[in-house]
Structures are given as C-alpha cells and as structure tokens.
C-alpha cells in the first residue's frame, strides 16, 4: 500500500534525520495524553487517508496500524502540524488501552514531578 502526502504539507514538515516527525496522540474529547507514536511522510498519508492512526515502528522497522492486532484501534478525529512542523498532534477516538502494556495511557506510572 502506498500513499501519497499533500506536497504542500510535505513541505512544511520537519523531519528527524532518519525521516521521522514526532506524533503525540491524544484522546480527542477529553484532552487527555495517550501515547507518542513516529510518523514518516507514508505513515502520515496512511492516516489522512484511511482515518486510522498508522505509525511506523523504529524497533520493528515497519508501518503498524494501532489495534490491527490488539483491537485497540484508534480513530483519527483531527490532526494539527505545530507551528515549526516538527510535531503532529493526532486526536483519536481509542478503543481499550493505548499502551502496550495495556493501560488507559503511557503516560500513567513514573511521575517525574508533581503530587500525582
């Protein structure tokens, strides 16, 4: 499957230098923080196109749909470019746990700093 990126918006990301622009997903209702997935050009084009979240995976060096095997799917509501273009804000509807580890979200244990 290949898709193609509005040049317009290819222009206007900045990527890592192996391609990659940071996604942070969020649960579109709520605000609430729910994982950071990496998106290539071919990933970001998936996700506009088909309304689910694609990614590409830096440790299995592949593109993976969230919930294309767990169920977890999320359903993309909106995406926003920041204003440098180097990071992407995906709001979802999430099925069940963002976290692999089958939590709500990554973002629930080791607290940095804060009362929590």
């Known amino acids: 499957m290949s898709s193609s990126l509005d040049p317009d918006l290819a222009a206007r990301l900045k990527r890592s230098s192996d391609g990659l622009v940071p996604a942070v997903v969020q649960q ?11 998106m290539d050009d071919e990933a970001l084009a ?3 196109g088909t309304g689910r979240a694609t990614y590409w995976s830096r440790s299995r060096q592949e593109y993976w749909v ?16 920041d204003c440098d273009g180097d990071t992407l804000l995906v709001k979802v509807e999430q099925e069940g746990p963002a976290c692999h580890t089958g939590t709500r979200t990554c973002f629930d244990a080791d607290l940095v700093l804060g009362d929590g």
Do not use: A, F, N, Y
């Open 66 to 81: 969230k919930g294309e095997t767990s169920g977890h799917r999320q359903w993309v509501k909106e995406v926003r470019l």
């Open 46 to 48: 998936r996700t506009l």
């Open 28 to 38: 579109h209702d709520t605000g609430e923080v729910l994982m950071l997935g990496w």
